[in-house]
């Protein structure tokens, strides 16, 4: 097998690397940005005085190429969460609070107890929600079920809101019933909730980089690919702006590039083209003690606040009604619910907004369908990132399972 250059050095791109290297193979990682990790990056704000995220992503337990990530670049510690799979909530408007609390083994006893299910709901309102695994390609979850009472406003919705970054009722059916087949169908034990502690970057980023050096495989940032060029069934060059590079004969190449990019550089590539925003708040002040970790806020503008060592965080998805709201603003209103959830001063702290308009690809049917496999019609050609036709949204585990196959692709490949 000759080299692989990767171009892209987001969670896409270091999985395939990792993948590669593990199996014995080296290769070259490209990035245009100033760091690796793409939108799971870390980065130190002066205006709070802290280093925080770009973003709050949740893992779970059940999520097996994480697992299978972290543990190969020896970070397995880098993730912190309860021991079983407990989910606390607050309603904002009223001030109840419940907590969904999911037990370990796949035979979901909880939905019969009083004190692990929403309250007022019964186990009958839990069974319905049979009716999202099945249906066709084309159907939404509202599609499959009925989008109504409490099993759906107080956990149903804001989960699969936060999942497919896209209003729960028009999401894709068949992703989001990949996510629970993945997770609650096997229970607890797959539905732990994991924060990267005590930074994205700290946990999927700087381990893999320092993990993928001492495998040989060479990190080169600041560079952008401008183009590449194409004959016959091949990729015979890349162009990074200063001069193309020709691509040999038994070299391949994974593009780990957004959607929009990798439309630009591949002809008639048929990519997802509509995207939804995720805005994130974060608030230098040390959380006191016994503050959950992470709580999903109903009825409030925050959807799920998250406490750190070191700062407070808030999370809204599908933001694209708040994307272009004063950022001031924001701040006052996400912490308005931050101190009356979590009974702080309403003094403002130092804080930070950040804005990913572009944040993934909204996960409806008709988006699902655009979504490109791994393979390409030039056989020396493999693309990987979480808007690939993965069969999951566009989540971490998403694109570590992309990099994943386009590796093994890669390693597959034909080339003489």
């Known amino acids: 097998m000759g080299r692989v250059r990767i171009v892209g050095a987001g969670m896409a791109g270091l999985a395939a690397a990792v993948d590669l290297a593990r199996a014995g193979h080296k290769a070259e ?4 940005a100033a760091q690796a990790g793409g939108r799971c990056r870390s980065y130190h ?57 999911i037990n370990d083994g796949p035979v979901p006893w909880w939905i019969f107890r009083d004190g692990r299910r929403v309250p007022g709901t019964r186990a009958g309102d839990y069974l319905r929600l049979a009716g999202l695994l099945g249906g066709a390609a084309t159907q939404t979850v509202g599609d499959r079920i009925d989008a109504r009472g409490g099993v759906w406003d107080k956990l149903i919705e804001p989960v699969l809101l936060a999942v497919l970054n896209t209003a729960a009722a028009s999401g894709s ?17 797959a539905m732990r909730p994991r924060i990267a502690e005590p930074t994205l970057a700290a946990a999927f980023v700087d381990p893999a980089v320092s993990w993928l050096e001492q495998q040989g495989t060479t990190l080169t940032l600041g560079r952008r690919l401008r183009g590449l060029r194409f ?14 590079e020709p691509v040999a004969a038994e070299e391949t190449v994974i593009l780990a590039v957004p959607p929009w990019v990798a439309a630009s550089l591949v002809p008639g590539l048929t990519v997802p083209d509509d995207f939804r925003a995720i805005v994130n708040a974060h608030f230098a002040y040390t959380p006191p003690p016994g503050v959950a970790p992470m709580i999903g806020v109903i009825g409030g503008t925050a959807e799920w606040i998250f406490s750190f060592a070191d700062r407070i965080s808030v999370t809204v998805s599908a933001a694209d009604h708040l994307v272009d709201t004063d950022r001031a603003d924001l701040a006052a209103t996400f912490w308005a619910d931050i101190a009356a959830i979590h009974g702080l001063p309403p003094t403002l702290p130092p804080w930070q907004i950040v804005k990913e308009k572009r944040a993934t690809f909204a996960a409806t049917p008709e988006q699902d369908a655009k979504r490109p496999p791994a393979a390409t019609r030039w056989r020396n050609l493999f693309l990987a990132g979480d808007w690939t036709q993965t069969g999951l949204p566009a989540t971490i585990e998403g694109a570590l399972r992309s990099g994943e196959t386009a590796a093994r692709l890669a390693r597959g490949a034909r080339l003489g």
């Not at 990682?29 to 245009?32: C, N």
């Not at 993945?182 to 034990?189: I, W």
């Open 173 to 189: 059916a068949g992703l989001s019933a990949a996510v629970l087949r993945e997770t609650l169908g096997k229970g607890g034990r």
């Open 231 to 244: 004959a016959e069934d091949r990729v015979v060059a890349l162009d990074f702006g200063s001069g193309e």
């Open 45 to 101: 704000d002066p205006q709070l005085g802290r280093t925080i995220d770009n973003g709050n992503h949740l893992v779970l337990s059940g999520n097996r190429a994480v697992v299978d990530y972290l543990a190969t670049i020896g970070a397995s510690d880098r993730l912190s969460g309860p021991l079983h799979a407990d989910f606390p909530f607050v309603d904002r408007r009223s001030g109840a609070r419940w907590a969904v609390r």
């Open 29 to 32: 990682l490209v990035d245009g």
